[in-house]
């Protein structure tokens, strides 16, 4: 049903933006689909005005998209710098590429963007978003400050979020 709209869409308005949003997202959970969704997420984000909600919107499935086909981690990590490029600040693309670094082992990397996301990261309600807020970056840094031998800055960083966010250990159970 979706696929369909979207489509009949596409043919009224080939390069709107928000219709290739729609198409990427339907290919994107679409068995088989990745292809296709990676295609019109590109599209998307090449003709999405910069610094708007809806282009936010489109690096982020983009990501996903790209992280999910297994093979193109140097294209996600390009877009998500790309993407910081652009909003510097969101919570959703420092976490991502915080992560990207933290698998690659680049632990200084990943702690400097999951650093950001602490201090002056900004959720942008428009945008996609993890549940939980920071909890998993509060705790990923502290991770990364253990593997680099730092264990008294990885309880700092532990406690002190704890402090500041007690409702956090909701989401630790």
């Known amino acids: 049903r979706n696929l369909r709209l979207a489509l009949i869409d596409q043919e009224e308005r080939p390069d709107d933006p928000f219709v290739l949003l729609s198409l990427g997202l339907t290919h994107l959970y679409w068995e088989g ?35 999910n086909s297994g093979d193109r981690r140097k294209e996600e990590e390009a877009l998500y710098q790309q993407a910081l490029a652009e909003f510097p600040d969101d919570c959703g ?16 990397e ?4 999951y650093r950001t996301l602490l201090t002056r990261g900004k ?21 990364i400050y253990e593997k680099l031998g730092q264990r008294e800055l990885a309880e700092r960083v532990w406690m002190s979020y704890l402090k500041v966010n007690p409702q956090a250990t909701a989401y630790l159970n």
């Open 110 to 113: 990943a702690a400097s963007h």
């Open 33 to 67: 689909g990745l292809p296709k969704s990676i295609e019109f997420l590109q599209q998307c984000v090449a003709k999405c005005k910069p610094g708007g909600p809806l282009r936010l919107n489109a690096y982020m499935y983009l990501g996903e998209a790209l992280g």
């Open 123 to 143: 959720e942008r309600t428009s945008a996609v978003q993890i549940r939980g807020k920071n909890v998993d970056v509060a705790l990923r840094l502290g991770q």
């Open 93 to 108: 693309v420092l976490r991502r590429y915080g992560r990207l670094c933290d698998v690659a082992g680049r632990f200084e």
